[in-house]
């Protein structure tokens, strides 16, 4: 059984930083394709980044430049870098596991509020 914790949310002033990680637990961490997504008050769910078992990258082009997604094969976990961050990043954020074959896995999810 999958399951998937994050970690890392809080309060953050506009042009802040936050890292957020996702810790796996389960079997086959490296066969999974990871994902951020979020979903701001009112709006629905959004891919932020993506990295796949062979560790290729993509990102919404919102935070192209800002966020950087990384993985952990060896401690089962998946990072959010989130530089200059801004009050419309304001969201909860999902961690997500999957397979080309259709199966997803969730976590409870983070809040991360920019304000000042």
């Known amino acids: 059984q999958v399951q998937l914790v994050e970690s890392g949310g809080g309060l953050v002033q506009p042009g802040g930083s936050l890292r957020l990680s996702c810790a796996f637990s389960?079997?086959?961490?490296?066969?999974?394709?990871m994902g951020w997504y979020r979903q701001a008050p009112g709006k629905q769910l959004e891919l932020v980044a993506r990295?796949?078992?062979?560790?290729?990258?993509i990102y919404a082009n919102s935070v192209q430049g800002r966020f950087t997604i990384s993985r952990d094969n060896a401690k089962n976990t998946v990072d959010l870098q989130m530089n200059s961050l801004k009050p419309e990043d304001t969201a909860v954020y999902y961690c997500?596991?999957?397979?080309?074959?259709?199966?997803?896995?969730w976590g409870q999810g983070t809040q991360v509020t920019v304000s000042s």
């Open positions: 997500n596991a999957a397979l080309s074959l259709g199966t997803n896995h």
């Open positions: 389960g079997i086959g961490f490296i066969t999974y394709t």
């Open positions: 990295i796949s078992s062979s560790s290729s990258t």
